[in-house]
């Protein structure tokens, strides 16, 4: 009997539904049969019965079946493909169109996390609920009495909010900018999808860190970008790979995440920023710093920004409001000059219209507010005391199977396991004792490589989502029959 291979990166119901229908094209189901109930063939394939109605679902859209109450599902009996009446084949235009879905570890980290909420979470790249300012927004949002407009803004964005991001950029990240050279975006994928898609065209080649959070967004691939590896080591980035990408493939733009890097959590070197940005300026080289960790930092001053050192206009600087604050409440800037910001908000109306004002509102008046700088302190103190919590957690249950340097900011720890194992596997291993991260190809990293997110599951939650971690890598290590 066959059975779907859990191994596989292709989802259970695609699988299943695939199966089915290359048993009813050779005519093992003729037209008219009645296929198994739902429930029997969950039973059968050892899946949930949630998986069998996904495949099912696929089979209809397609128009190989067709479910009537109290009938179940039958083959179509006008014959598949023969009807003079068909229902669109809406699995293969998911599967034709030109923008690419997500990796499929991250589909399946999805997967799970919607399907079982429980989940001790340490692979979502956000803050926990208890450390978001709550209270505080409630508060504004009582405070919103003055609304007297909510139609269209302006595509650049709501002026008080990037008059209040000039500031604040001043204030927090010595950056000297006015409101005419900020965009407002929904965030920083946001700001990389408009680069890609407007300022690139397909077969440019671009040179992004190795890991990288950067190599996780297909988005690079649906532009038809040719992207490049800049190794990160303990100092970050080095200007000399740079030059080398630059003269090798005449690479027309750099992605970088100086501060805290996604995933690894390096800091580039005082020495290298200034390298970086002479080699930057001598090629004509633009370089996109995306920089949504540095107001994280535990007990030091937060590195400059590039864009702070940025004598050239070498730098497109972006940043959010997610890894701070709140990610719902999906506000994100971009610095550039004004060309390119004219360019980009003009795509972007044509996708949208621009953002909602009233959360571009909030923000506004949650940078220039009393409770803000009191946020971050506290943003900070916890972060730190979650990251300790794991690292505690880690050096209890995996003393020997995990390597790591301690992070001085940021939301993430990437580990190093000792001992290579596959990804998937390991991955399902976790999901069945209770816990979800993230591995470390999805950056791009060769395997052994784990990045676990501390801001995101609560304080009581790391140790026991540790403990369960590392049940599921003994399992892999010492395989069938292991403890």
């Not at 910001?341 to 219209?353: G, I, N, P, S, T």
């Not at 794991?390 to 992070?407: G, T």
Request: proline residues 8%.
């Amino acid at each position: 009997m066959w059975k779907p291979d859990r191994g596989s990166d292709k989802p259970l119901y695609a699988q299943i539904a695939d199966d089915l229908a290359r048993r009813i094209s050779s005519g093992e189901f003729p037209p008219g049969t009645r296929l198994p109930s739902e429930r029997s063939l969950a039973e059968l394939l050892g899946v949930n019965r949630s998986t069998v109605v996904l495949a099912f679902g696929e089979l209809r859209a397609a128009g190989i079946v067709e479910s009537r109450t109290g009938s179940g599902t039958r083959v179509s009996r006008g014959g598949w493909g023969a009807a003079p009446k068909q229902t669109p084949n809406w699995s293969r235009y998911a599967e034709d169109g030109g923008f690419l879905p997500n990796l499929p570890l991250m589909r399946r980290i999805r997967e799970a996390l919607s399907r079982h909420p429980s989940l001790i979470d340490f692979a979502s790249g956000e803050l926990s609920a208890d450390l978001a300012p709550a209270a505080e927004i409630a508060a504004l949002l009582r405070e919103q009495d003055d609304i007297a407009y909510l139609g269209y803004d302006n595509p650049q964005g709501h002026m008080p909010l990037r008059e209040a991001l000039a500031s604040y950029l001043a204030r927090y990240r010595g950056i000297r900018t006015t409101a005419s050279s900020v965009l407002i975006t929904s965030g920083s994928q946001q700001s990389l999808f408009l680069i890609a898609q407007c300022l690139l065209a397909p077969g440019d080649a671009v040179a992004v860190e190795d890991p990288s959070y950067c190599r996780s967004l297909p988005m690079f691939q649906s532009a038809g970008l040719r992207v490049f590896r800049l190794p990160v080591d303990e100092h970050g980035t080095r200007p000399g790979d740079i030059r080398a990408l630059r003269k090798k493939h005449r690479v027309k733009m750099v992605f970088l995440n100086p501060n805290y890097q996604n995933p690894t959590g390096t800091v580039l070197g005082a020495e290298r920023r200034k390298e970086l940005l002479e080699a930057a300026s001598g090629l004509g080289l633009p370089i996109v710093e995306d920089d949504p960790f540095s107001l994280t930092a535990f007990g030091e001053r937060p590195p400059d920004p590039l864009k702070a050192m940025d004598a050239d206009g070498s730098v497109l600087y972006i940043g959010s409001f997610s890894k701070i604050a709140a990610s719902g409440l999906r506000i994100g800037w971009m610095v550039a000059p004004n060309a390119i910001v004219e360019r980009l908000a003009d795509a972007r109306q044509q996708m949208d219209f621009g953002l909602s004002v009233i959360p571009q509102r909030i923000v506004a008046r949650f940078l220039e507010s009393p409770y803000f700088r009191p946020h971050l302190e506290r943003l900070r103190t916890e972060l730190q005391f979650k990251r300790d919590l794991l690292i505690d957690a880690l050096r209890k249950e995996l003393p020997d199977q995990v390597e790591f340097a301690v992070p001085r900011g940021g939301l993430h720890l990437w580990c190093r396991l000792r001992h290579a194992v596959q990804d998937g596997k390991l991955l399902d291993e976790a999901i069945r004792r209770g816990t979800v991260f993230v591995p470390g190809s999805v950056y791009g990293s060769a395997p052994g490589y784990v990045r676990f997110t501390y801001a995101r599951p609560r304080a009581e939650d790391i140790g026991p989502g540790v403990a369960a971690f590392a049940e599921a890598l003994r399992a892999m290590e010492h395989g069938p029959g292991g403890p």
